[in-house]
């Protein structure tokens, strides 16, 4: 059964600085997703992480797939105010075809 | 094109009542996702559908029922609302299986008092 870890939960950080957030999966999935949440709004899609080794960029948001550390990234370069939000990574299940296993979201603060 | 649209944004019941959400999608999608959201909380996976005509059940089904008569369509009912029920509610769509990215409508707040 996959599960999906994120850390850190929450994060708060100066604007100007770089930082990652982890999402450590625990068995084998082929695709990784990152979504993002604005306070009281519905998921959004960010990047779709298909095979080992990609690598997605959007502005300052760079996202990463290890499949064989079983691990993406999601790395925030030279923060600013407007990437305030909760980032949600997911995986595919082995198990099911249909289903993606979420993250439990990390709660991330940029302080101007 | 619309993408994923849910009815209504919000809803207050009483504890017993009972209601149906609706979630439409207009982007020919295959499959669609209830999933609840609890404050601070992540995602919970209530019903899922893999086509028309089909319903299977996620993580959390209990006091839930689903149908998809209409492919485009993916209604959720609570038939006896309780106050463990009080969440947000989101539908999701996704062309096809692997599974594939999911796109998301903008939720229905409910409140069961």
């Known amino acids: 059964e996959l599960k999906v870890e994120q850390n850190p939960l929450f994060l708060s950080m100066q604007e100007g600085k770089n930082y990652t957030i982890y999402c450590n999966y625990s068995?084998?999935?082929?695709?990784l997703y990152w979504y993002r949440q604005d306070p009281g709004k519905s998921l959004e899609s960010l990047f779709v992480?298909?095979?080992n080794g990609a690598v997605k960029q959007e502005g300052r948001l760079m996202a990463s797939l290890d499949t064989k550390a079983r691990l993406s990234t999601l790395h925030i370069t030279a923060a600013v105010h407007d990437l305030s939000a909760t980032y949600f990574c997911?995986?595919?299940?082995?198990?099911?075809?249909?289903?993606?296993?979420w993250g439990a979201g990390t709660k991330l603060i940029i302080k101007p | 094109n619309a993408g994923v649209t849910q009815t209504p944004k919000f809803r207050v019941l009483k504890t017993g009542q009972s209601m149906t959400l609706l979630c439409a999608q207009d982007?020919?999608?295959?499959?669609m996702y209830w999933y609840r959201q609890d404050p601070g909380m992540g995602l919970r996976l209530i019903h899922y559908?893999?086509?028309?005509?089909?319903?299977a059940k996620g993580e959390v089904p209990d006091g839930y029922n689903v149908s998809r008569l209409k492919k485009q369509n993916f209604l959720l009912g609570l038939e006896s609302a309780a106050p463990s029920q009080t969440s947000v509610y989101f539908c999701?769509?996704?062309?096809?299986?692997?599974?594939?990215?999911?796109?998301f409508g903008p939720g229905t707040r409910l409140t069961v008092l």
């Open positions: 982007m020919n999608h295959e499959y």
């Open positions: 559908s893999v086509g028309e005509g089909t319903t």
């Open positions: 068995t084998t999935s082929d695709r």
């Open positions: 997911a995986g595919g299940s082995p198990d099911s075809n249909y289903q993606l296993i």
């Open positions: 992480l298909l095979s």
């Open positions: 999701a769509s996704c062309r096809s299986g692997g599974p594939g990215e999911q796109f």
